[in-house]
């Protein structure tokens, strides 16, 4: 019989620094140490440190066990199922080795879990970006902080949540008596073992408003997250997740549930497609490989066809791919996008002028992202707007202005322009832009140098009003009957000093 409470199996690859957040967070939880098992598996690391932190734990922690994989294989899905083979505890959790837990998270999810043994517990987290962090909240679930349920049909909306298997304690012989493992060499390999247990759940919780998590976004240029990078195998992967997830729900027989289901994610699949850098050619086999999911989605939920999707929905059931790219690359979310190389925006600092010909739209306000798939400190300004439509203005964004240069000044995210007019007759749109980046340092500096600019506004203006009184009370003073009363108290004052005196 094991004494662990709780088995924490973290999957990861040359994590170094963040691999050591992650498990001081573990260290420090309230519930004790000794009642965690941490099982780290190793994705084949390279780096220096990571490997220095995986012996160091290895050695110290009689609790932690840690597996290094034989060879390299880019995804969780494997490593999470060798941590779930080696666990010995009453219930586990899948950790990223990039985040972090609250410090009272398993204390307060495993006394949940063991008020009427449960299957699993469920808790909301926290997204943690460079600029902020903000709290995974789902519209469907804000009345109650505790919902109670014995089966997934209870609450169908159970399926839009976001699939945060990290923040999801689950029964260990719950998931050995449902074979329930994760899908290996996919990237959504998480969104199937979460609709897994969902299927197969007869006693479950969620507590919504409870932040378990810290899930990390990373967005800078050279430390991005993996769901942040539109490539190929981002693509890839997690097309073959969700083709695992159709195959699970036919194979349970919930062919029913699929549109209520994976609408959110195919809305996601398709923007990130939109965004990605890859070219036309590869995605054009993409959405070839997609198209059955895609199909179904529109012929279970007309609704789908809205104006978002409606551009692609002919070429779609017309097997004609290529053209779908095109509308899909030209037309997503009337978004305009700049496709460049990452070094001609902002490394030298030179103009742009990028040309969108034949775009039309309904839409009275576009957005314009000149770096639509870089999320980085940058100062940016539009230059010039060449274009046959009827343009009203232009507005950044999130954006602070620089008094120096001018330029909007955008904190690590992608910079935006709202560019306001009627789009429905034209036929071309030109616009000249420059944009560089700066430093977090420099971002700082700039946004204190305005805080302090209104702070001496302010100030100034109390002066000024301050200013009008003193004016006010001087020339109070100097009128007659001032004066006459000023007179009157110095005779006062006298009589009073000549009676103290005799």
Same mark, same amino acid.
């Given at each position: 019989?094991?004494?662990?409470?709780?088995?924490?199996?973290?999957?990861?690859?040359?994590?170094?620094?963040?691999?050591?957040?992650?498990?001081?967070?573990?260290?420090?939880?309230?519930?004790?140490?000794?009642?965690?098992?941490?099982?780290?598996?190793?994705?084949?690391?390279?780096?220096?440190?990571?490997?220095?932190?995986?012996?160091?734990?290895?050695?110290?922690?009689?609790?932690?066990?840690?597996?290094?994989?034989?060879?390299?294989?880019?995804?969780?899905?494997?490593?999470?199922?060798?941590?779930?083979?080696?666990?010995?505890?009453?219930?586990?959790?899948?950790?990223?080795?990039?985040?972090?837990?609250?410090?009272?998270?398993?204390?307060?999810?495993?006394?949940?879990?063991?008020?009427?043994?449960?299957?699993?517990?469920?808790?909301?987290?926290?997204?943690?970006?460079?600029?902020?962090?903000?709290?995974?909240?789902?519209?469907?679930?804000?009345?109650?902080?505790?919902?109670?349920?014995?089966?997934?049909?209870?609450?169908?909306?159970?399926?839009?949540?976001?699939?945060?298997?990290?923040?999801?304690?689950?029964?260990?012989?719950?998931?050995?008596?449902?074979?329930?493992?994760?899908?290996?060499?996919?990237?959504?390999?998480?969104?199937?073992?979460?609709?897994?247990?969902?299927?197969?759940?007869?006693?479950?919780?969620?507590?919504?408003?409870?932040?378990?998590?810290?899930?990390?976004?990373?967005?800078?240029?050279?430390?991005?997250?993996?769901?942040?990078?539109?490539?190929?195998?981002?693509?890839?992967?997690?097309?073959?997740?969700?083709? &695992?997830?159709?195959?699970?729900?036919?194979?349970?027989?919930?062919?029913?549930?699929?549109?209520?289901?994976?609408?959110?994610?195919?809305?996601?699949?398709?923007?990130?497609?939109?965004?990605?850098?890859?070219?036309?050619?590869?995605?054009?086999?993409?959405?070839?490989?997609?198209?059955?999911?895609?199909?179904?989605?529109?012929?279970?939920?007309?609704?789908?066809?809205?104006?978002?999707?409606?551009?692609?929905?002919?070429?779609?059931?017309?097997?004609?791919?290529?053209?779908?790219?095109?509308?899909?690359?030209?037309?997503?979310?009337?978004?305009?996008?700049?496709?460049?190389?990452?070094?001609?925006?902002?490394?030298?600092?030179?103009?742009?002028?990028?040309?969108?010909?034949?775009?039309?739209?309904?839409?009275?306000?576009?957005?314009?992202?000149?770096?639509?798939?870089?999320?980085?400190?940058?100062?940016?300004?539009?230059?010039?707007?060449?274009?046959?439509?009827?343009?009203?203005?232009?507005?950044?964004?999130?954006?602070?202005?620089?008094?120096?240069?001018?330029?909007?000044?955008?904190?690590?995210?992608?910079?935006?322009?709202?560019?306001?007019?009627?789009?429905?007759?034209?036929?071309?749109?030109?616009?000249?832009?420059?944009?560089?980046?700066?430093?977090?340092?420099?971002?700082?500096?700039?946004?204190?140098?305005?805080?302090?600019?209104?702070?001496?506004?302010?100030?100034?203006?109390?002066?000024?009003?301050?200013?009008?009184?003193?004016?006010?009370?001087?020339?109070?003073?100097?009128?007659?009957?001032?004066?006459? &009363?000023?007179?009157?108290?110095?005779?006062?004052?006298?009589?009073?000093?000549?009676?103290?005196?005799?």
């Amino acid at each position: 019989m094991n004494n662990f409470k709780v088995s924490v199996l973290i999957s990861t690859y040359n994590s170094g620094y963040y691999l050591k957040l992650a498990v001081d967070s573990i260290l420090n939880q309230t519930i004790g140490f000794e009642n965690i098992e941490i099982i780290i598996v190793d994705d084949k690391s390279d780096d220096d440190y990571t490997l220095f932190l995986l012996d160091k734990y290895d050695k110290k922690y009689s609790n932690c066990k840690v597996i290094i994989l034989e060879g390299h294989t880019g995804f969780p899905g494997q490593p999470r199922n060798v941590g779930f083979e080696n666990a010995t505890g009453e219930y586990v959790i899948f950790m990223d080795s990039d985040d972090t837990y609250s410090l009272d998270a398993f204390e307060v999810m495993y006394d949940a879990a063991k008020r009427e043994d449960y299957d699993f517990v469920i808790t909301t987290f926290k997204r943690v970006l460079t600029n902020g962090v903000e709290l995974y909240k789902h519209p469907d679930f804000l009345d109650k902080d505790f919902y109670r349920f014995n089966s997934v049909e209870e609450n169908l909306n159970l399926f839009k949540l976001q699939p945060s298997l990290w923040a999801r304690l689950i029964k260990r012989d719950f998931l050995i008596e449902n074979n329930i493992r994760s899908v290996e060499g996919v990237n959504a390999q998480d969104l199937e073992f979460v609709v897994h247990t969902l299927l197969c759940a007869t006693n479950f919780v969620y507590l919504s408003k409870f932040p378990a998590y810290n899930y990390s976004i990373r967005d800078r240029s050279n430390d991005m997250s993996s769901i942040r990078n539109h490539n190929e195998k981002l693509l890839n992967g997690l097309k073959n997740g969700y083709f &695992a997830t159709y195959d699970l729900l036919r194979r349970f027989d919930k062919e029913s549930y699929f549109s209520i289901f994976f609408q959110t994610h195919i809305y996601f699949y398709l923007d990130i497609m939109s965004k990605s850098s890859v070219n036309d050619e590869i995605k054009t086999n993409m959405i070839r490989e997609f198209s059955p999911i895609l199909k179904k989605q529109f012929e279970l939920s007309p609704d789908f066809a809205s104006k978002l999707f409606a551009p692609i929905k002919e070429d779609l059931f017309n097997d004609d791919y290529e053209e779908l790219v095109k509308k899909l690359n030209k037309n997503h979310k009337a978004i305009l996008k700049a496709d460049s190389i990452y070094e001609t925006f902002y490394k030298n600092e030179n103009f742009n002028t990028v040309r969108f010909n034949n775009f039309n739209s309904d839409e009275r306000e576009i957005f314009f992202y000149p770096l639509h798939n870089r999320r980085i400190y940058s100062k940016c300004s539009i230059t010039n707007i060449d274009s046959d439509f009827d343009i009203y203005r232009i507005t950044s964004i999130n954006a602070v202005e620089d008094k120096k240069s001018g330029q909007q000044v955008f904190s690590n995210e992608s910079p935006v322009y709202r560019i306001s007019g009627d789009f429905s007759k034209g036929s071309f749109i030109e616009i000249t832009f420059t944009i560089c980046e700066i430093s977090d340092i420099e971002f700082k500096m700039i946004k204190n140098n305005l805080a302090l600019r209104k702070k001496n506004k302010k100030l100034s203006n109390e002066n000024k009003k301050f200013r009008k009184e003193l004016d006010f009370y001087v020339k109070l003073l100097n009128t007659k009957p001032y004066r006459l &009363a000023k007179v009157l108290r110095g005779f006062a004052q006298k009589i009073r000093y000549l009676k103290r005196a005799f």
